[in-house]
């Protein structure tokens, strides 16, 4: 059984208890509690996520909030608080590593105004963190899902991509040949991934139907969205915004820079469906680029990627996982 | 640095954002999100709180939600839902274990209405399991900390104590003589604890002034629930109740029945500091026994046993930390 699989057969036998106005399967769960609790959990767990020779304590601490945040952010809600499970290896609270690692929780939170309001400190055989991100919808935004897309939308995505993976691929073989400010930028953007919480207000409030973060990859991404939305995400290759040093990176490696930006994961940028009347409206309010990248369309649910003359563009992995 | 000083430590620097009502430090913390939202948090790793050996997947799955479901009862809240962190070794999808922990997590949370609303799962060279419980306050009904005791409340347990360590006992040496109907209890005490959820309501409702639940001991919680209040916790070792089968455990093991019950760690039952005049009208609404065990008096701010000439009972361990 995938992870995937274990996860739709939890929610498939899960009751919905009152209190409850979203469950699993999106980005975050929506929890009435007089005001609406929203409310996400990622754990990363070394040798899986990260290993400790190229992710320090710091930047772990920082990631796991900023993922959580991200998922919050796709929701388009404000984030207030987290709560962080720690497993620490023997010898970890010893050194100046714990603290390390709680700064960077503690300063990723702050950034967004964000409480650490608890959570648990115990032994581990591996370095393992679980954060919780919990969070309030904005005054009159309600929460958007992945669900809402309707054929025609615009598929746009904030930033640009592909700059996490060819951070990794950096991190994994040094010697690459690269500009040292550029491998400094794209290892930043491996490391130290900014969740989009300012721009998931401004594309909720100004009136995305549908949103995610994009984690494991646009391709990968954009199948769940037009599979929770009931249509295809059609992907047009040459529009895919690809981050300042890929196209270096992914020369060096033998591939094609919008498809290793189109298919690479952890970016943590925003993926919405926009109808085309709103996009004018939210670029306004935006403060990053937003992108047009394809378009929901009726069909199989999923998505593909395609070029310039429309035919499909293989991929031999849409992402990080191969459940597309 | 020890767990709990790195806790300290992540406190001190912790900013409380607006949206924060109580942080890190009590059972869980209260957000303000509209509603009031009650969030604790903790993660359960292989080795570390559990073997395999002993402990069945549907029974992990249960205890994790159970232990923070028992947080939020010490807090007098009623519980929402919870979201479910998992780390995988590898194999455990492919079996009907990951199939048996997710029903254990359903189940526990089915029980008390709890809604599983999401979460994670990942892969792991151990097993863990993190859980984030959510809860509301009843209606007018305070979420109670550990901080609000008085001198001359009455400190009062529910329940029985000792029963989950002695069956820990019993699982390690399967070979102790006792009969087999009080083992089977035992040893059901420390694998599926019950969450004293309609206690801890009736508790709050009822006028205690300050509570927690006893996951680490008896004397070693009261001297927090001591040091939170300001005060010290004196336990009278002649008046703990003792649950049925400890006594033959202790003394197989050559220990005394009643500091086994007072030191034992896991029995998840609460414990509350009630003004001496609420006593007989919590007693009324609760369907278990509720024991007065001590006294909270002007002190060093701490805990103490003692015996019936009102000597300090010396303990060689408190409980499962040394941070009296």
Same mark, same amino acid.
């Given at each position: ?26 980005d975050a769960a929506v929890l009435?509690l007089?005001g609406s609790a929203v409310v996400t959990h990622d754990m990363m ?13 710091a930047e772990l601490g920082a990631k796991a909030v900023a993922v959580n945040l991200s998922d919050l952010a796709a929701m388009g809600v404000e984030p207030v608080a987290v709560v962080v499970g720690l ?13 390390a690692l709680s700064g960077g929780i503690e300063d990723m939170a702050r950034a967004h105004a964000v409480t650490v309001a608890g959570g648990d400190v ?7 963190i679980g954060v919780t991100a919990i969070g309030r919808p904005y005054e009159?935004v309600?929460p ?14 904030? $930033? !640009? =991509?592909? #700059?996490?993976? /060819?951070? *990794?691929? +950096? ?21 130290r991934p900014l969740p989009r919480v300012a721009a998931g207000r401004a594309?909720a ?8 973060d994009?984690s ?52 943590y940028?925003l ?5 085309? $009347? !709103? =996009?004018? #409206?939210?670029? /306004?309010? *935006?403060? +990053? ?36």
């Amino acid at each position: 059984m995938s992870e995937l699989a274990l996860i739709e057969r939890i929610a498939s036998r899960t009751a919905l208890h009152p209190g409850t106005a979203l469950g699993i399967g999106d980005d975050a769960a929506v929890l009435d509690l007089g005001g609406s609790a929203v409310v996400t959990h990622d754990m990363m767990v070394e040798g899986v996520h990260f290993r400790r020779e190229t992710c320090g304590p710091a930047e772990l601490g920082a990631k796991a909030v900023a993922v959580n945040l991200s998922d919050l952010a796709a929701m388009g809600v404000e984030p207030v608080a987290v709560v962080v499970g720690l497993g620490l290896p023997a010898g970890y609270t010893d050194s100046g590593m714990a603290d390390a690692l709680s700064g960077g929780i503690e300063d990723m939170a702050r950034a967004h105004a964000v409480t650490v309001a608890g959570g648990d400190v115990t032994a581990s055989p591996v370095l393992v963190i679980g954060v919780t991100a919990i969070g309030r919808p904005y005054e009159g935004v309600a929460p958007v899902r992945r669900s809402g897309g309707r054929a025609g939308d615009l598929l746009c995505v904030t $930033g !640009r =991509l592909g #700059g996490s993976a /060819a951070g *990794l691929a +950096l991190l994994d073989d040094p010697l690459s040949p690269i500009d040292a400010s550029l491998r400094d930028a794209l290892v930043e953007a491996h490391l130290r991934p900014l969740p989009r919480v300012a721009a998931g207000r401004a594309l909720a409030a100004g009136g995305a139907r549908a949103m995610m973060d994009l984690s494991d990859g646009l391709l990968l991404d954009a199948a769940r969205l037009g599979r929770a939305s009931g249509l295809r995400a059609r992907i047009e290759r040459d529009r895919v915004p690809v981050a300042e040093g890929v196209g270096a990176v992914a020369a060096a490696l033998g591939r094609e820079a919008a498809v290793m930006a189109a298919t690479g994961g952890e970016d943590y940028e925003l993926l919405a469906a926009v109808p085309p $009347g !709103r =996009l004018a #409206g939210i670029r /306004a309010t *935006l403060d +990053l680029p937003l992108t047009v990248v394809g378009m929901l369309v009726e069909g199989e649910p999923g998505a593909d990627l395609r070029d310039a003359a429309g035919e499909t563009v293989h991929v031999d992995s849409p992402g990080w996982t191969h459940d597309v």
